[in-house]
């Protein structure tokens, strides 16, 4: 959420910055500036009443022991009208700053200065690319031939016991899987990060914290009966530990590494891009999540951006990296990158990881703090990214090792999966 002081000093900033979003922002903003001004007002009317109540009731205690009784009836009448204006005074404080609330989340983060306009994709910048891109033989298939071909991964009978998009995986396939899950995590606990195994679902107030809610409502799967959202992502339990906390100067940085299954409901998308691994409802992904002092935060997206491009060389992919656009950002990032690997098969590239800075979108949601030197209370920075998301980076692996014996694995994987050809 932003931060109200900026949009009261500074409105046509915030609506300037809002518009490389392509968010139009200005009849909210002239909302809530409405509402501000309501909510103030009020607030000193009712600071007002509450120090004539005060002043009273010592004025009460000074004439009940000089005897003056006919005074004291007098104040006691203004004591109860200031009861009255007091209740009525803060009802409406408070139901101005609910629909100032309201209006506050529907604003979605502004984009730091090195993020260009645009409007889609197409318009993002490649800021690195590495790697040589596989030249198969003529008879290389994509993933999903070479999971059914390797009875490694089965689309059919997750379908038949879920539905689309829930895949089973067996035999060296999972094996597979749970050989980039811990060398993800062992590689994140090498560079410093604490591994946790958050929940896989949350409340609605952690869903808020971090953004996804009200903005994805739509992309989560909700549980009514115990109105619990199964999570998108651990970025969103990871980073929600620290809801309503005020942290230290010196506990800082905070770097937390957790690997879930994450669960998308992707509603809408359809089509080839969404075959075999390229789009799944349940998926498993390795988070990496930091909490930053703000004059630390963007030196600390960047060594997240060369942890995750240090996982893409060991595992012996071509990657490139994109900075967003700001028409393809997500809503509660400042900036993000996008690593991308490329699959031979398919000959497209594929999203595996998404870096970003929040800066105090999230941590004014969760109202996560810290005190600085001085003693005085300030939000912190939120970073989080993908170190990584497994479907799109097996889908790329298969593609680009497959051989006429099998599929290569990695240098790096074997030691974690005990084989060095799928067969």
């Not at 109200?4 to 200005?26: M, W």
């Not at 909510?39 to 600071?47: E, F, G, I, P, Q």
């Not at 408070?94 to 604003?107: C, F, S, V």
Request: aromatic share 8%.
């Amino acid at each position: 959420m932003l931060e109200l002081n900026l949009i009261r000093e500074n409105p046509e900033f915030v609506k300037e910055r809002l518009g490389i979003k392509n968010f139009e922002a200005g009849i909210i903003l002239q909302h809530i500036l409405e509402l501000d001004k309501i909510r103030r007002d009020t607030k000193n009317k009712l600071d007002q009443c509450l120090a004539e109540s005060k002043n009273i009731s010592k004025e009460i205690g000074a004439l009940l022991q000089a005897g003056k009784t006919l005074d004291v009836n007098v104040l006691k009448e203004r004591t109860a009208e200031l009861k009255v204006l007091t209740k009525t005074l803060d009802d409406a404080m408070r139901q101005a700053e609910t629909q100032q609330n309201q209006l506050l989340i529907q604003l979605p983060n502004f984009p730091h200065p090195s993020v260009k306009p645009g409007k889609t994709a197409e318009d993002n910048e490649i800021v690195q690319s590495e790697g040589v891109i596989p030249v198969l033989a003529e008879n290389a298939v994509p993933h999903w031939e070479l999971c059914q071909r390797y009875n490694i991964i089965d689309f059919e009978l997750g379908n038949k016991i879920t539905g689309s998009g829930f895949p089973v995986y067996r035999g060296q396939g999972a094996r597979l899987q749970r050989a980039l899950i811990n060398f993800f995590l062992d590689e994140g606990i090498k560079a410093g990060y604490l591994e946790y195994q958050p929940p896989l679902l949350v409340n609605e107030a952690s869903g808020y914290g971090t953004g996804q809610l009200p903005d994805k409502d739509g992309q989560m799967y909700y549980i009514n009966e115990d109105n619990l959202y199964l999570i998108p992502t651990a970025e969103v339990p990871v980073t929600n530990f620290y809801r309503d906390v005020i942290l230290k100067e010196s506990d800082l940085p905070i770097k937390n590494i957790a690997y879930s299954s994450c669960f998308r409901r992707e509603a809408g998308s359809y089509g080839k891009d969404v075959r075999g691994l390229n789009r799944l409802h349940q998926f498993d992904k390795v988070e990496i999540v930091q909490i930053q002092h703000p004059e630390k935060s963007w030196a600390a997206l960047e060594e997240m951006r060369e942890h995750v491009v240090d996982l893409l060389q060991k595992l012996e992919l071509p990657f490139r990296i994109l900075r967003l656009c700001g028409g393809d950002m997500s809503f509660a990032s400042a900036m993000t990158y996008d690593m991308e690997v490329y699959s031979a098969a398919q000959q497209r590239w594929l999203e595996v990881s998404s870096v970003s800075n929040f800066e105090t979108f999230q941590s004014n949601r969760m109202k996560l703090r810290y005190k600085d030197t001085t003693g005085k209370i300030r939000l912190l920075h939120t970073l989080n990214g993908s170190a990584l998301a497994l479907p799109r980076i097996v889908a790329a692996m298969l593609e680009n090792n497959q051989t006429e014996k099998g599929i290569l694995i990695p240098a790096v994987l074997q030691p974690y999966t005990g084989f060095e050809l799928i067969s």
